[in-house]
Structure formats: C-alpha cells, structure tokens
C-alpha cells in the first residue's frame, strides 16, 4: 500500500474557503480506480504550526500513484488546487504487506 499525503495552507483560509478545498479533493472518490481510499479534511486547531487542510491518498502500489498524477479527473483539481494554495508539503510512502 503506498500512502500520499499532502498538507496545504491556503490563500483563502476562512471555514467557505477550506470547504470548497475539501470538497473539491474529495469529488474525485469513485471516479479513478487506481485511487484505493481518499480523505480530505479541514484543520480545527489553528495552532501556529497548522496547515488548513490535509489530503490522503492510498493506492495498491507505486505504479497506481503515477497513473493518479496524470489521471484525467485528478489534473483539473490539481490546477484548482495550484490558484488556491499558498504553500505545500507532502510525503509519499510505503506500508509493506497491507
């Protein structure tokens, strides 16, 4: 299993703003099959060290995570994405025998 995470912090913040954010990501579940499970969510705490919305992705293996970045339902949410985000950070990693 390979996981994808992502963490952004976004030029619009508000709790209108997180939200289309959040739907946005989420509105690819059941639609690219490589895509295992999805989860997006806003942050509550608003600590200093926040990010406001979190992403997470599983896929079978690495192959399927190549062929999610250039899915055609995954490129017009990473444009949307691209004009709503200040700053990023992601980690892409294995979970071995799951």
Request: glycine content about 6%.
């Amino acid at each position: 299993m390979v996981k994808h995470v992502v963490l952004y912090k976004l030029i619009d913040g508000s709790e209108e703003g997180r939200k289309k954010v959040v739907d946005t990501l989420t509105s690819m579940r059941g639609k690219i099959d490589e895509l295992v499970r999805i989860e997006a969510g806003s942050d509550f705490l608003n600590s200093d060290r926040s990010f406001d919305v979190a992403l997470v992705c599983c896929f079978k293996d690495r192959d399927a995570l190549r062929i999610y970045q250039t899915h055609p339902v995954h490129l017009p949410v990473k444009a949307f994405m691209k004009g709503a985000v200040e700053r990023s950070v992601s980690v892409d990693f294995e979970i071995p025998n799951e």
